[in-house]
């Protein structure tokens, strides 16, 4: 884990900590984006909307008039984010763009001086991802401001921990999860990965990966790889399974004992089924707001390290690369040795 994500708090006229004034990039809900669910749930925690900034000002201006009619937000639109971060007195910004972007926002956070809450992955489609993703970390740390990043499945382990009690507590000797990308070829790594690490980084923090092995196809894929030290390793099953319908399939197990979320629609409402029962979970993305707005008011909050995370997604990558150069020299146009990942297996 890092070191906490803390800050000293800016105080009231009252003599409380300030109510945090935050903006979102990344604003409408084009391409899966979280924006309108952001805003909503930030709103619900008591943070001040300064303002949010789309791919261009008429996608913002658009996402400003969708926030107003269905949520009944009134947060204003910006041109750009530059102009935010110039103009609209913001304490703390939370990026949910593309992560192509990420790098470019991330070093205007900086200069700007605000909290930032990142979408995941932190960096990727920049050179020397892990090296620039250091630098940042050292930049917000020396300035006194909070660096997080949106990985949320870690907020579920406590209901995890209801529906299994004592697991949390035995050796890590096996992961096994679902996800159900509508990304495929390499980009679903990036969308996807970063979950498995953060939940791998929470239960047993610190870990190296070895020994991975990758088959699917453009619609699914099977990732195996020891994780952890070598003395005591863990198994890890990541199954990626594309989905372009919401609510997607999503679950884990550790040491064997599986659950897999359950999603009502239309209120979203989500659930965690296991063999010992079900239980209802707390929106993962909104306790990752509650955590990132506690730091900002500087209360202590420990955070997966987003460095060691993305030099797993770094090496895991580089082993995609090279899996995928040996199946082009076999004459496959995907991953060597290709079969459908076994359904009957874990999550």
Known sequence: MTPDATQTPEVSAEGGPRTPRVGIIGASARHQGLGPYIARFLAELGAELGGLVSS????????????????GLDVPAWPSAAVMLAQARLDALVIASPHASHAGYLQQALEARVHTLCEKPLLWQVE??????????????????????????????????????????????????????????????????????????????????????FQG??????????????????????????????????????????????????????????????????????????????????????????????????ALGSRQTAAAGDAKTAGSTAFPGLRAPNSDEGV
Request: hydrophobic share 40%.
């Open 56 to 71: 261009s000002a008429a996608h913002a201006e658009a996402a400003r008039l969708d926030y107003a009619r269905r949520l």
């Open 128 to 213: 020397r991802p892990v090296a620039m993703a250091q630098r940042l970390v050292d930049g917000f740390a020396a300035a006194g401001r909070v660096l997080m990043v949106n990985c949320q499945w870690p907020q579920t382990l406590p209901a995890f921990a209801s529906l299994y009690p004592g697991v949390l507590e035995q050796r890590l000797h096996s992961f096994a999860m679902r996800l159900s990308p509508v990304s495929n070829g390499a980009k679903r790594l990036a969308d996807c990965m970063p979950h498995a690490f953060s939940m791998l980084q929470t239960l047993q923090p610190g870990g190296d990966l070895w020994d991975v092995d």
């Open 217 to 314: 196809d453009s619609e699914r894929v099977s990732v195996r790889f020891q994780y952890g030290k070598t003395a005591a390793p863990v198994a890890v099953h990541v199954r990626l399974e594309r989905c372009d319908t919401a609510p997607r399939p999503a679950g884990y197990a550790i040491n064997g004992n599986e659950v897999r979320r359950r999603v009502e629609m239309p209120a979203y409402a989500q659930f965690f089924e296991a063999e010992s029962g079900s239980r209802r979970l707390d929106d993962p993305l909104k306790l990752q707001l509650e955590s990132f707005l506690q730091a900002v008011q500087g209360t202590p909050v420990a955070q997966p390290d987003p460095v060691h995370r993305l030099r797993l997604l770094e």
